[in-house]
């Protein structure tokens, strides 16, 4: 190259990258170059580019290096001489872009040269003559679409990497633009590439820009470039919210505004929707009168439904399009113009936490936060509120987030009155895992609390959700929408416009559309989407218009045989669209192998199939392509899980002409599988799980393979049970030992007691809690009775324990389990926590020897038995007070617990009945009474703890609203002690016990005789661990007047509590939750023997009501023996290190 400038004019930013067959060669030169300079100048290159002496001149290739991000060395040649070029690759730094080796100029280089330049003509020349084709770079969808689908590294048009083309493009418009309005008009409606360019762009760019003359600090340079740019913080927050959307876009193939989009059908539901949230536009008259008439009905029925959010529940089975219908709703009220603030919470990602309502809290802050910038600011504080609070939610003085979210959405967005949509989409993921349900619930009703009407909740899962039937005080009785298949009219519809997209609108046929949806005589199960995507896909696959006219009319066809039509066409595509025949023979039905390997293809299928070994290994590798049935798994390939469920009853019944019956083919590839595999069963748990698998597929008892089982197996098997008939014990077995998550209670209510049991002490660890907020539907359907003598694991054993506990099946002789492992602290718990109730009356379920050497050693389990063994020494004469009591209040004091909602319980039971523990009992109680122990309700105060606390409840001072409340509910509290009601529910009694607790001071030494009675009795006045036995006992009783009765008793006790009314149309409601209501109150045990009248004796319920006397007679005297002793010892004064910041502030 010699010193003279080439004559080569800039022309467009696309001839700067070159195509892709001079790339390698392209970035070899560079590195040449680089390492040439080192050798030969001491040049420093790569990560740590050397800046060299003096600026950096603005000639042509440093104008081409600072109007790029990157470039490659070879296109700066075409712009300068080589010591040009040289100057400009001094200040370079090796960067990789899309898999592709790349030059950046430094921050500082790029900054001189477009300072130097700024005003002059060669840098506006090379701005105008890319300005055109930056604009088809920045909005490439067919970029977007690859760079979504994780192809950003693919180079493009040139040769260039997309994302390397993208941020140049970007950065040039930044540079020429002169409007900021503009640039931002053209980055709301960008894709995520588009905006992660732009943020790249941005990031070179904006340390060099000239600081606004009222900015000091640095943020900017002084003698910067004056150019109007975007911040950067607004474009990644347009690009969080793209990421968020992207998906839901590509779902509906949406390009744009809202209405943009290949979804087809589907209006009447859609109509129902924007009816629910009623924010946007009725697109009809009719529409229009409808919602008129229902805002109306709302209006009118506002004295029961006001304040609350509305809670719509979608439920579809799979196949039927419910994604792409929530896809489609999410999109139009998010693209609409204003938009409607909106959260999409997708329970498929795994990102999101379920059991933890404060994550969810702050995934919708997020999401709202992008929507609207003004709320950016103090919804990011909260959710630093939420991530930053303490393990043991110590810090309880602090705002409600759920009361600071609500206040910043409805005093900036809503006004009260515009609508705010919660969409909780694939909900069967959480559905039956008992902690995820019992968050998400905890989350909405927290939400709502106080009163949240302009909230919209759209649930959408496989099926429908118990735990949303019945309102609550802040949100309604929940609306309920089974989807259906297509219309007639919208499956035609979807199959032209699905046809007419792979053959082209000229060539596809209308009457093929109508084939393939059928006539209003045809079954639901042809007009599913997924029906008509098959059918569609399968005749666009036929080579010309007459064997397309032959598959229609095959289709219809196949329609009017009924059946499952899916299966049929899936069979029919693999046996004339795999085109090699001995592929074909291995497909159909070899695939009844779920998982395939070239060896099995040789020494399994060859035979049956009539291939010869090599021949059937050759098949295996064609077979690979067909990508649409087999999915790639490290070297073997396995049958599609969402075909196989539907094409496995077609390949038991296929029949080669040659065979006498159908399902002869079948039965011998079985049978070879499960000869291949049992030979092998002792070399790993694969093939063990795959010889069970074939034996339960040829119709093998599965009582059989109880011994031939591993825990191992498990996690192979898992979904295996969809191959299987519904109902059939070979899917019974299979859900009972495969399931990784627990069964709903209809299906679990389906398998054998044995098995179910099984299921649940390998699923279901959560359910184990003696404190429920709900009735369980899987423990209500338990039939512990014929589990005696069953010969369950010993895991199952002791799962069997203690959940006889729990559900108060007391009077059952089952025995603990033997070996350590999951479930054998529970049990531990279970029957000290029986002990310490029933020990005079010896149950039968009672193990009366607890070993010395059933040590426990989790922090929770410690915090639950410890205060059970302090009560059965103080109610029974149990020996060990004093070591557990000692125990106890050295876990408190160590600090190691995250308390959870159950803990209150088992900490009221220690302020009861501890001396060492008693004051660090007390101070953990009073950490959770604002955040934990009453979940998502208010906390609650009864007549009984009233008259315990009555001389210490606080006069609150102040100004403002606030503390009028509090004055009021204060007054209240004092009232209610001798006058009535039994009980009251509201957000400041959690901080009214809380300062009532702290004037104790009970960190101090001297604690009064009065605080420490005023506390026990305190304490005493519940009994929260006796209602959830009491309510599954009360549950299994044959009397269908219990809930109807309690409901009525409550009504009368506590009749100003309105959700007790709402709860009326849920044929009496949760009988837990009644109890825990009655418990609440103050008058648990009148409850009890009032409902105790329609319960003979003999019943489990009978028996816990004559324990629960004799514990409450218990607790009385022992009460009334403190009052006659000297106060006991509470224990030592606690550190000042371990002083919380509501005890420094008390």
């Given at each position: 190259?010699?010193?003279?400038?080439?004559?080569?004019?800039?022309?467009?930013?696309?001839?700067?990258?070159?195509?892709?067959?001079?790339?390698?060669?392209?970035?070899?030169?560079?590195?040449?170059?680089?390492?040439?300079?080192?050798?030969?100048?001491?040049?420093?290159?790569?990560?740590?580019?050397?800046?060299?002496?003096?600026?950096?001149?603005?000639?042509?290739?440093?104008?081409?290096?600072?109007?790029?991000?990157?470039?490659?060395?070879?296109?700066?040649?075409?712009?300068?001489?080589?010591?040009?070029?040289?100057?400009?690759?001094?200040?370079?730094?090796?960067?990789?872009?899309?898999?592709?080796?790349?030059?950046?100029?430094?921050?500082?280089?790029?900054?001189?040269?477009?300072?130097?330049?700024?005003?002059?003509?060669?840098?506006?020349?090379?701005?105008?003559?890319?300005?055109?084709?930056?604009?088809?770079?920045?909005?490439?969808?067919?970029?977007?679409?690859?760079?979504?689908?994780?192809?950003?590294?693919?180079?493009?048009?040139?040769?260039?990497?997309?994302?390397?083309?993208?941020?140049?493009?970007?950065?040039?418009?930044?540079l020429q633009d002169t409007s900021r309005e503009r640039a931002a008009r053209v980055l709301e409606t960008a894709r995520p590439a588009a905006l992660r360019a732009a943020t790249t762009a941005l990031e070179r760019l904006w340390p060099i820009r000239q600081a606004p003359a009222s900015v000091t600090g640095g943020e900017g340079t002084a003698g910067g470039i004056n150019v109007p740019l975007p911040r950067p913080q607004d474009v990644r927050r347009l690009l969080e919210l793209a990421e968020l959307l992207e998906p839901l876009r590509l779902l509906i193939g949406a390009t744009g505004a809202a209405g943009r989009d290949r979804?087809?059908?589907?209006?009447?539901?859609?109509?129902?929707?924007?009816?629910?949230?009623?924010?946007?536009?009725?697109?009809?008259?009719?529409?229009?009168?409808?919602?008129?008439?229902?805002?109306?009905?709302?209006?009118?029925?506002?004295?029961?439904?006001?304040?609350?959010?509305?809670?719509?529940?979608?439920?579809?089975?799979?196949?039927?399009?419910?994604?792409?219908?929530?896809?489609?709703?999410?999109?139009?009220?998010?693209?609409?113009?204003?938009?409607?603030?909106?959260?999409?919470?997708?329970?498929?990602?795994?990102?999101?936490?379920?059991?933890?309502?404060?994550?969810?809290?702050?995934?919708?802050?997020?999401?709202?936060?992008?929507?609207?910038?003004?709320?950016?600011?103090?919804?990011?504080?909260?959710?630093?509120?939420?991530?930053?609070?303490?393990?043991?939610?110590?810090?309880?003085?602090?705002?409600?987030?759920?009361?600071?979210?609500?206040?910043?959405?409805?005093?900036?967005?809503?006004?009260?009155?515009?609508?705010?949509?919660?969409?909780?989409?694939?909900?069967?993921?959480?559905?039956?895992?008992?902690?995820?349900?019992?968050?998400?619930?905890?989350?909405?009703?927290?939400?709502?609390?106080?009163?949240?009407?302009?909230?919209?909740?759209?649930?959408?899962?496989?099926?429908?959700?118990?735990?949303?039937?019945?309102?609550?005080?802040?949100?309604?009785?929940?609306?309920?929408?089974?989807?259906?298949?297509?219309?007639?009219?919208?499956?035609?519809?979807?199959?032209?416009?699905?046809?007419?997209?792979?053959?082209?609108?000229?060539?596809?046929?209308?009457?093929?559309?109508?084939?393939?949806?059928?006539?209003?005589?045809?079954?639901?199960?042809?007009?599913?989407?997924?029906?008509?995507?098959?059918?569609?896909?399968?005749?666009?696959?036929?080579?010309?218009?007459?064997?397309?006219?032959?598959?229609?009319?095959?289709?219809?066809?196949?329609?009017?045989?009924?059946?499952?039509?899916?299966?049929?066409?899936?069979?029919?595509?693999?046996?004339?669209?795999?085109?090699?025949?001995?592929?074909?023979?291995?497909?159909?039905?070899?695939?009844?192998?779920?998982?395939?390997?070239?060896?099995?293809?040789?020494?399994?299928?060859?035979?049956?199939?009539?291939?010869?070994?090599?021949?059937?290994?050759?098949?295996?590798?064609?077979?690979?392509?067909?990508?649409?049935?087999?999915?790639?798994?490290?070297?073997?390939?396995?049958?599609?899980?969402?075909?196989?469920?539907?094409?496995?009853?077609?390949?038991?019944?296929?029949?080669?002409?040659?065979?006498?019956?159908?399902?002869?083919?079948?039965?011998?590839?079985?049978?070879?599988?499960?000869?291949?595999?049992?030979?092998?069963?002792?070399?790993?748990?694969?093939?063990?799980?795959?010889?069970?698998?074939?034996?339960?597929?040829?119709?093998?008892?599965?009582?059989?393979?109880?011994?031939?089982?591993?825990?191992?197996?498990?996690?192979?098997?898992?979904?295996?049970?969809?191959?299987?008939?519904?109902?059939?014990?070979?899917?019974?077995?299979?859900?009972?030992?495969?399931?990784?998550?627990?069964?709903?209670?209809?299906?679990?209510?389906?398998?054998?007691?044995?098995?179910?049991?099984?299921?649940?002490?390998?699923?279901?660890?959560?359910?184990?809690?003696?404190?429920?907020?709900?009735?369980?539907?899987?423990?209500?359907?338990?039939?512990?009775?014929?589990?005696?003598?069953?010969?369950?694991?010993?895991?199952?054993?002791?799962?069997?324990?203690?959940?006889?506990?729990?559900?108060?099946?007391?009077?059952?002789?089952?025995?603990?389990?033997?070996?350590?492992?999951?479930?054998?602290?529970?049990?531990?718990?279970?029957?000290?926590?029986?002990?310490?109730?029933?020990?005079?009356?010896?149950?039968?379920?009672?193990?009366?020897?607890?070993?010395?050497?059933?040590?426990?050693?989790?922090?929770?389990?410690?915090?639950?038995?410890?205060?059970?063994?302090?009560?059965?020494?103080?109610?029974?004469?149990?020996?060990?007070?004093?070591?557990?009591?000692?125990?106890?209040?050295?876990?408190?004091?160590?600090?190691?617990?995250?308390?959870?909602?159950?803990?209150?319980?088992?900490?009221?039971?220690?302020?009861?009945?501890?001396?060492?523990?008693?004051?660090?009992?007390?101070?953990?109680?009073?950490?959770?009474?604002?955040?934990?122990?009453?979940?998502?309700?208010?906390?609650?105060?009864?007549?009984?703890?009233?008259?315990?606390?009555?001389?210490?409840?606080?006069?609150?001072?102040?100004?403002?609203?606030?503390?009028?409340?509090?004055?009021?509910?204060?007054?209240?509290?004092?009232?209610?002690?001798?006058?009535?009601?039994?009980?009251?529910?509201?957000?400041?009694?959690?901080?009214?016990?809380?300062?009532?607790?702290?004037?104790?001071?009970?960190?101090?030494?001297?604690?009064?005789?009065?605080?420490?009675?005023?506390?026990?009795?305190?304490?005493?006045?519940?009994?929260?661990?006796?209602?959830?036995?009491?309510?599954?006992?009360?549950?299994?009783?044959?009397?269908p007047k219990i809930g109807t009765k309690l409901l009525k008793f409550l009504e009368f006790h506590d009749a100003a509590d309105e959700a007790i009314r709402a709860s009326k149309g849920a044929a009496g409601g949760d009988i837990l939750q009644m109890l825990r209501r009655a418990d609440e109150g103050g008058f648990l045990r009148e409850a009890l023997v009032h409902i105790g009248e329609e319960i003979p004796a003999e019943t489990d319920f009978g028996f816990l009501l004559e324990q629960h006397a004799a514990w409450r007679s218990a607790i009385e005297g022992y009460l009334q023996d403190l009052r006659l002793e000297e106060p006991?010892?509470?224990?030592?004064?606690?550190?000042?290190?371990?002083?919380?910041?509501?005890?420094?502030?008390?």
């Open positions: 190259m010699t010193g003279e400038t080439k004559p080569k004019a800039f022309g467009s930013p696309s001839r700067i990258d070159l195509d892709p067959s001079r790339l390698t060669h392209l970035e070899n030169n560079a590195l040449s170059r680089l390492s040439a300079m080192r050798a030969e100048r001491d040049v420093k290159l790569g990560p740590t580019p050397q800046e060299g002496s003096g600026s950096l001149p603005p000639t042509r290739a440093a104008l081409v290096a600072a109007i790029n991000d990157t470039v490659l060395a070879e296109d700066l040649d075409s712009f300068g001489s080589t010591e040009e070029v040289d100057e400009v690759l001094r200040r370079c730094a090796m960067v990789m872009v899309g898999g592709t080796r790349r030059l950046r100029l430094t921050d500082a280089a790029r900054g001189e040269v477009l300072r130097a330049a700024w005003d002059g003509k060669p840098l506006r020349l090379l701005l105008d003559q890319g300005a055109a084709e930056n604009e088809v770079a920045i909005h490439d969808e067919q970029g977007d679409a690859g760079g979504e689908a994780g192809e950003s590294s693919e180079a493009v048009g040139d040769g260039v990497p997309s994302e390397a083309r993208r941020t140049n493009a970007w950065l040039r418009s930044f979804f087809v059908g589907r209006e009447r539901e859609l109509r129902d929707l924007r009816a629910f949230v009623d924010a946007l536009a009725s697109q009809t008259l009719s529409e229009g009168m409808q919602r008129g008439f229902r805002r109306a009905l709302d209006y009118i029925s506002g004295a029961v439904t006001a304040r609350r959010a509305r809670v719509l529940v979608i439920e579809a089975r799979g196949g039927l399009g419910k994604t792409a219908l929530i896809a489609k709703f999410v999109l139009d009220h998010a693209l609409a113009a204003p938009g409607v603030p909106f959260a999409y919470l997708d329970f498929d990602r795994g990102a999101l936490q379920p059991r933890d309502p404060s994550l969810l809290l702050s995934e919708v802050a997020r999401q709202i936060a992008l929507q609207f910038p003004v709320l950016e600011e103090p919804l990011a504080a909260l959710r630093l509120g939420l991530r930053s609070r303490l393990p043991d939610h110590s810090d309880a003085a602090a705002s409600d987030p759920y009361v600071q979210f609500r206040d910043l959405v409805r005093g900036h967005l809503t006004g009260g009155s515009r609508a705010v949509l919660l969409v909780m989409d694939t909900f069967e993921v959480v559905q039956f895992e008992p902690a995820a349900i019992e968050g998400v619930i905890g989350f909405l009703d927290l939400l709502v609390r106080d009163g949240f009407p302009e909230l919209r909740v759209v649930v959408s899962g496989r099926a429908d959700i118990p735990d949303l039937r019945v309102g609550t005080e802040g949100r309604a009785e929940r609306e309920h929408y089974r989807l259906r298949a297509l219309t007639p009219s919208d499956a035609s519809d979807m199959a032209s416009r699905l046809g007419r997209e792979l053959l082209g609108a000229a060539s596809w046929k209308p009457s093929w559309s109508r084939a393939i949806a059928g006539g209003p005589s045809a079954s639901e199960a042809q007009r599913e989407p997924l029906t008509i995507a098959v059918a569609v896909d399968l005749l666009s696959a036929g080579k010309d218009d007459a064997e397309r006219e032959r598959i229609a009319a095959e289709i219809q066809s196949s329609a009017a045989r009924g059946g499952d039509i899916v299966a049929r066409l899936f069979q029919k595509r693999l046996i004339e669209h795999i085109r090699d025949r001995d592929a074909r023979k291995l497909a159909w039905p070899g695939l009844v192998l779920r998982r395939l390997t070239r060896q099995l293809s040789e020494e399994v299928l060859a035979g049956p199939c009539g291939l010869e070994p090599h021949r059937a290994a050759e098949a295996f590798e064609i077979l690979g392509r067909e990508i649409w049935l087999v999915q790639s798994d490290g070297d073997a390939l396995r049958h599609r899980p969402d075909l196989r469920s539907r094409m496995m009853p077609a390949m038991r019944e296929y029949r080669r002409e040659e065979d006498d019956k159908p399902g002869q083919l079948f039965r011998q590839v079985n049978g070879a599988a499960i000869a291949w595999f049992g030979e092998r069963k002792d070399l790993s748990s694969a093939y063990r799980a795959e010889w069970i698998y074939h034996r339960l597929l040829d119709g093998e008892p599965p009582e059989d393979m109880h011994g031939d089982w591993t825990e191992e197996v498990s996690a192979f098997l898992a979904g295996a049970d969809e191959d299987f008939e519904p109902g059939s014990r070979q899917q019974a077995f299979l859900l009972g030992h495969g399931s990784s998550s627990p069964l709903p209670a209809t299906r679990l209510a389906e398998l054998p007691p044995l098995l179910a049991m099984e299921h649940l002490a390998r699923t279901a660890p959560d359910l184990a809690s003696l404190v429920d907020s709900r009735l369980h539907a899987r423990l209500l359907n338990l039939r512990l009775p014929d589990l005696l003598n069953a010969p369950l694991t010993s895991t199952a054993q002791a799962a069997a324990c203690a959940l006889a506990v729990k559900t108060g099946a007391w009077r059952l002789p089952i025995r603990p389990g033997a070996e350590p492992g999951q479930w054998w602290e529970e049990q531990l718990v279970a029957q000290r926590y029986l002990r310490a109730r029933t020990l005079p009356a010896r149950p039968p379920l009672l193990a009366l020897r607890l070993a010395e050497g059933d040590a426990l050693t989790s922090p929770h389990a410690l915090l639950h038995a410890l205060p059970q063994d302090m009560a059965a020494a103080k109610l029974w004469g149990v020996p060990g007070f004093r070591e557990a009591d000692e125990a106890l209040a050295k876990l408190l004091r160590s600090r190691s617990i995250r308390f959870r909602r159950q803990d209150g319980a088992a900490l009221r039971l220690a302020m009861l009945f501890g001396q060492q523990s008693f004051r660090a009992a007390t101070r953990a109680w009073r950490s959770g009474v604002t955040s934990l122990w009453w979940g998502s309700s208010a906390p609650t105060l009864s007549a009984s703890e009233a008259r315990a606390l009555y001389d210490f409840i606080p006069m609150p001072t102040g100004r403002g609203k606030q503390s009028a409340r509090m004055q009021e509910v204060a007054d209240q509290a004092r009232r209610m002690a001798y006058e009535g009601p039994n009980r009251i529910q509201a957000p400041a009694i959690g901080t009214i016990l809380q300062s009532v607790l702290s004037n104790f001071n009970i960190r101090e030494e001297g604690l009064g005789y009065g605080t420490h009675e005023a506390v026990r009795a305190f304490a005493a006045a519940r009994d929260e661990e006796w209602v959830t036995p009491l309510a599954y006992a009360a549950s299994r009783t044959d009397s006991e010892d509470a224990g030592p004064m606690l550190k000042e290190a371990d002083s919380s910041p509501e005890d420094e502030a008390s």
